[in-house]
């Protein structure tokens, strides 16, 4: 998986409490991603990062925040979970420049009840 | 209109055969575009990419864009059943950060 490495694999958490998942990289790649995937939606990108501090929104960020303090590290977090965030959550990685493409992480499922 | 669409499928195609998927995109200023395979409970891999109108070939996948018509295919000639998966269009716009938009996918079946 390109070096990747996302945090928890699996989480249940209740409805209400704050959640941040993890993606770590060892590729020294600039831009990282947060997608979900859902079934009948495929895959949507949440939030987006191109530097260190350097974030911005993608289609889905209602409900989502995220952080990157080193080039490696990229975490999302779930401010107030709810069971519409029940997701699959993938982090990718890439270098800039269009012709570059995005390896993914192995994703983390996340059920909010 | 949504940016990328794909048929969901599932398209289902005999074990030797060749297997086509069709893609369709909005957006004029898309750049690049990709097509990533995912089997059930995994994550998206790459299987190819392509830049420039015409067809690229990688083995048993072949895959070709036309511009103009905003439409990219992928074939896989000589299907194995190890080929089962969903397949994801991506497309890339040329303005922007590069973020990859990403269609919903077609099911692809290979029976043997």
């Known amino acids: 998986d390109a070096g990747i490495t996302q945090s928890p694999r699996h989480k249940v958490t209740e409805t209400g409490t704050p959640v941040t998942l993890r993606c770590h990289q060892t590729?020294?790649?600039?831009?990282m991603y947060w997608y979900r995937q859902d079934p009948g939606h495929g895959l949507r990108l949440i939030h987006y990062?191109?530097?260190?501090?350097?974030?911005d929104k993608g289609e889905v960020s209602d409900g989502y925040s995220v952080s990157r303090s080193k080039t490696e590290d990229f975490l999302l977090t779930l401010e107030s979970a709810t069971s519409s965030q029940t997701s699959v959550y993938f982090c990718?990685?890439?270098?800039?420049?269009?012709?570059?493409?995005?390896?993914f992480g192995q994703g983390t499922r996340l059920t909010v009840v | 209109q949504k940016e990328v669409e794909q048929n969901s499928g599932p398209l289902s195609v005999p074990e030797g055969a060749i297997a086509s998927l069709n893609c369709t995109y909005s957006?004029?200023?898309?750049?690049?575009f990709f097509w990533y395979r995912q089997y059930s409970g995994k994550s998206p891999e790459l299987i190819m990419s392509?830049?420039?109108?015409g067809d690229k070939e990688d083995g048993r996948f072949t895959a070709q864009l036309n511009k103009a018509s905003q439409y990219v295919s992928l074939l896989i000639r000589d299907s194995q059943p190890s080929d089962s998966a969903t397949y994801l269009c991506?497309?890339?716009?040329?303005?922007?950060?590069?973020?990859?938009?990403f269609g919903k996918g077609t099911m692809l079946l290979v029976s043997p």
């Open positions: 990062s191109y530097g260190v501090k350097d974030t």
């Open positions: 590729e020294n790649h600039r831009y």
């Open positions: 991506a497309v890339r716009r040329k303005s922007g950060y590069s973020t990859l938009t």
């Open positions: 392509i830049y420039s109108n």
């Open positions: 957006d004029r200023g898309s750049q690049s």
């Open positions: 990718a990685i890439s270098e800039p420049g269009g012709n570059t493409e995005a390896f």
